[in-house]
């Protein structure tokens, strides 16, 4: 049985838990790792198989030996049944692979279903193909589970007809390999016209209906429905829980997209609550490898990245893109995507060589796997002109922006969170290069969309009123640039505490535009507040704790001048008033 399974799979060493797998369903009594074991001691007495060190335990039996096994008159009555027992097993096997470690770890599988299931002639052998595109999308590589989630369909729907449950969930596949691609449009069609046959006949924790209404989940979310989106995803994360367990990969997988969606929706603190209970979870699940550790660590940095903790995830940023560099390769998707969030953290920093370098290496890749008006290839571009931006290269950044901005408004929609970001650094763009109106027009628009997509609190509002308020100043509206300042201390202080730098370095700006403005009562009683928490916050010799007190001097020094010149004009007032004499 041994030497007939090997030659039913690929020409590979084939691991323990597909032989035992197989042999549970072949044998009816006895131990499964027992007959393993037995089957291994004879066929290694007799030279026909190696053990392989690594994985532990695995097999490999030579080509000819399989082969000529086949033809043994024994075999022929066997081989129906173990093909059926070695499909039924790589079955289980990929279902249950909802890890990226898992996948890797497991490729050996993956080849033997890969072989398995190369040209299906069954609806088993179908269903089994889709599961090896899935490892091929979730691992990066999205032509190949492209090519064959669309085999697996062409064989089912030719076969089985077009309503038939393999069938649709064949075509869930085929939609996955759209949103991996960004056809959120493409995708919506396919799922939202398989997913009811497949609710119909399929449990509610099931990997296919899961993955459908996740699917799904996702494609709204890229056509900016959002609140859709979390529902569908909160109702499959419920689904998943009760069915397979809080600690399930399929359950953790659901709760990573919920925090997705919460973060799209400006809900940042509700998106690191469920990061923390994924990281967990994993840590109580026995196989976690330290991919997927730092497969959430990089998502969590994501959610930091929008509330302005730039440097805090700088690390683990860098070395997500060299570990997934290292793991899947220089053009694997995962790869680029994380390199993607190293170059919007090069463009954070101004790092403008650094940021040209790898968008010159990335950008082209983006381009040839998903064309150059793909979301992926538009953000890419986005980050090396926000780069140039920090680097106070106004023109370029400008120049860049422009088009850049109405194509990726044209493909994600005028709401998308990436799009008011690059919208806002056109604005800075344009408020820097002196064209301080083009930028009020932006962020005239630009602000009420953003307060009332993701509240008054979210960064790119912050950034967005900080640029306001330079614009006005650069107006000579000191009154209206002080009063947009206010504000934005005040927003910054609900979300920081009053000592953070951020918080002071903007009530300092408002302290000086008072004092500009003459106004010393309300500059005065600022920094009576502001300068204990500097010297908390700060240090009594900070900088920035030094401006504060010179500033009270000039306050003072102009609250006694003032209070001067009104004796004066009051000594002049009673000189001039005629006697009552």
């Given at each position: 049985?041994?030497?007939?399974?090997?030659?039913?799979?690929?020409?590979?060493?084939?691991?323990?838990?597909?032989?035992?797998?197989?042999?549970?369903?072949?044998?009816?009594?006895?131990?499964?790792?027992?007959?393993?074991?037995?089957?291994?001691?004879?066929?290694?007495?007799?030279?026909?198989?190696?053990?392989?060190?690594?994985?532990?335990?695995?097999?490999?039996?030579?080509?000819?030996?399989?082969?000529?096994?086949?033809?043994?008159?024994?075999?022929?009555?066997?081989?129906?049944?173990?093909?059926?027992?070695?499909?039924?097993?790589?079955?289980?096997?990929?279902?249950?692979?909802?890890?990226?470690?898992?996948?890797?770890?497991?490729?050996?599988?993956?080849?033997?279903?890969?072989?398995?299931?190369?040209?299906?002639?069954?609806?088993?052998?179908?269903?089994?193909?889709?599961?090896?595109?899935?490892?091929?999308?979730?691992?990066?590589?999205?032509?190949?589970?492209?090519?064959?989630?669309?085999?697996?369909?062409?064989?089912?729907?030719?076969?089985?007809?077009?309503?038939?449950?393999?069938?649709?969930?064949?075509?869930?596949?085929?939609?996955?390999?759209?949103?991996?691609?960004?056809?959120?449009?493409?995708?919506?069609?396919?799922?939202?016209?398989?997913?009811?046959?497949?609710?119909?006949?399929?449990?509610?924790?099931?990997?296919?209906?899961?993955?459908?209404?996740?699917?799904?989940s996702l494609a709204l979310a890229g056509q900016g429905d959002l609140r859709s989106a979390r529902q569908l995803c909160e109702t499959a994360l419920s689904a998943s829980a009760d069915v397979n367990g809080v600690d399930h990969p399929l359950t953790l997988g659901a709760?990573?997209?919920?925090?997705?969606?919460?973060?799209?929706?400006?809900?940042?603190?509700?998106?690191?609550?469920?990061?923390?209970?994924?990281?967990?979870?994993?840590?109580?699940?026995?196989?976690?490898?330290?991919?997927?550790?730092?497969?959430?660590?990089?998502?969590?940095?994501?959610?930091?990245?929008?509330?302005?903790?730039?440097?805090?995830?700088?690390?683990?940023?860098?070395?997500?893109?060299?570990?997934?560099?290292?793991?899947?390769?220089?053009?694997?998707?995962?790869?680029?995507?994380?390199?993607?969030?190293?170059?919007?953290?090069?463009?954070?920093?101004?790092?403008?060589?650094?940021?040209?370098?790898?968008?010159?290496?990335?950008?082209?890749?983006?381009?040839?796997?998903?064309?150059?008006?793909?979301?992926?290839?538009?953000?890419?571009?986005?980050?090396?002109?926000a780069a140039l931006l920090c680097a106070e290269e106004n023109d370029a950044a400008q120049s860049l922006l422009e088009p850049i901005v109405s194509e990726m408004e044209a493909v994600l929609g005028a709401?998308?969170?990436?799009?008011?970001?690059?919208?806002?650094?056109?604005?800075?763009?344009?408020?820097?290069?002196?064209?301080?109106?083009?930028?009020?027009?932006?962020?005239?628009?630009?602000?009420?969309?953003?307060?009332?997509?993701?509240?008054?609190?979210?960064?790119?509002?912050?950034?967005?009123?900080?640029?306001?308020?330079?614009?006005?100043?650069?107006?000579?509206?000191?009154?209206?640039?002080?009063?947009?300042?206010?504000?934005?201390?005040?927003?910054?202080?609900?979300?920081?505490?009053?000592?953070?730098?951020?918080?002071?370095?903007?009530?300092?700006?408002?302290?000086?535009?008072?004092?500009?403005?003459?106004?010393?009562?309300?500059?005065?009683?600022?920094?009576?507040?502001?300068?204990?928490?500097?010297?908390?916050?700060?240090?009594?010799?900070?900088?920035?704790?030094?401006?504060?007190?010179?500033?009270?001097?000039?306050?003072?020094?102009?609250?006694?001048?003032?209070?001067?010149?009104?004796?004066?004009?009051?000594?002049?007032?009673?000189?001039?008033?005629?006697?009552?004499?």
């Open positions: 049985d041994l030497l007939c399974l090997a030659s039913c799979v690929a020409v590979a060493p084939i691991p323990k838990e597909l032989i035992e797998g197989a042999f549970a369903r072949l044998y009816t009594t006895g131990s499964p790792s027992f007959a393993r074991m037995k089957a291994s001691k004879e066929t290694d007495r007799f030279a026909l198989s190696r053990k392989e060190s690594t994985p532990a335990d695995a097999l490999s039996i030579h080509t000819l030996v399989a082969r000529t096994a086949r033809r043994h008159p024994d075999s022929k009555a066997r081989l129906e049944k173990l093909q059926a027992a070695a499909l039924a097993a790589l079955t289980d096997m990929l279902r249950g692979m909802g890890t990226l470690s898992s996948i890797l770890r497991q490729s050996l599988a993956i080849t033997h279903a890969r072989a398995m299931a190369a040209t299906p002639t069954t609806p088993e052998e179908a269903m089994l193909l889709v599961l090896v595109a899935n490892t091929d999308l979730n691992r990066g590589d999205l032509e190949t589970g492209d090519r064959l989630a669309r085999r697996a369909f062409d064989y089912c729907r030719a076969n089985l007809g077009e309503d038939a449950l393999e069938t649709c969930c064949a075509r869930s596949g085929v939609a996955m390999a759209l949103l991996a691609r960004g056809d959120s449009s493409g995708a919506r069609q396919i799922l939202e016209a398989v997913i009811p046959v497949i609710e119909r006949s399929l449990p509610p924790g099931d990997i296919f209906r899961i993955g459908a209404q996740l699917g799904l709760k990573t997209m919920l925090g997705h969606l919460l973060r799209a929706e400006g809900d940042v603190q509700g998106m690191m609550r469920l990061h923390q209970e994924v990281s967990a979870a994993r840590c109580r699940v026995a196989d976690t490898q330290d991919v997927d550790k730092l497969t959430d660590e990089l998502l969590m940095a994501q959610a930091k990245i929008g509330i302005g903790e730039i440097e805090s995830v700088a690390p683990i940023i860098e070395k997500a893109a060299s570990v997934f560099e290292q793991t899947l390769g220089k053009v694997n998707i995962l790869t680029l995507n994380a390199k993607l969030w190293l170059l919007l953290l090069l463009g954070s920093r101004g790092d403008v060589t650094a940021a040209r370098q790898l968008a010159r290496e990335i950008i082209p890749r983006f381009e040839q796997m998903y064309g150059p008006n793909n979301p992926a290839t538009l953000l890419s571009r986005y980050a090396e002109a709401q998308h969170a990436e799009v008011l970001g690059a919208r806002l650094c056109l604005a800075q763009a344009r408020r820097s290069n002196g064209d301080a109106d083009g930028a009020r027009r932006i962020l005239d628009d630009l602000i009420p969309l953003v307060e009332a997509r993701f509240g008054r609190t979210h960064l790119i509002n912050l950034n967005a009123k900080s640029c306001l308020a330079l614009c006005l100043f650069g107006q000579d509206d000191r009154t209206g640039a002080c009063a947009v300042w206010e504000e934005l201390a005040g927003l910054r202080e609900a979300l920081h505490g009053s000592d953070h730098p951020e918080v002071l370095s903007t009530k300092l700006l408002v302290a000086q535009l008072l004092a500009l403005l003459d106004d010393y009562e309300r500059c005065e009683g600022l920094l009576h507040q502001v300068i204990p928490a500097a010297e908390s916050g700060l240090g009594p010799e900070h900088e920035t704790t030094l401006m504060f007190k010179e500033l009270l001097t000039t306050c003072r020094n102009g609250l006694l001048l003032r209070r001067l010149e009104a004796e004066r004009n009051q000594q002049a007032d009673e000189f001039k008033a005629p006697s009552k004499g």
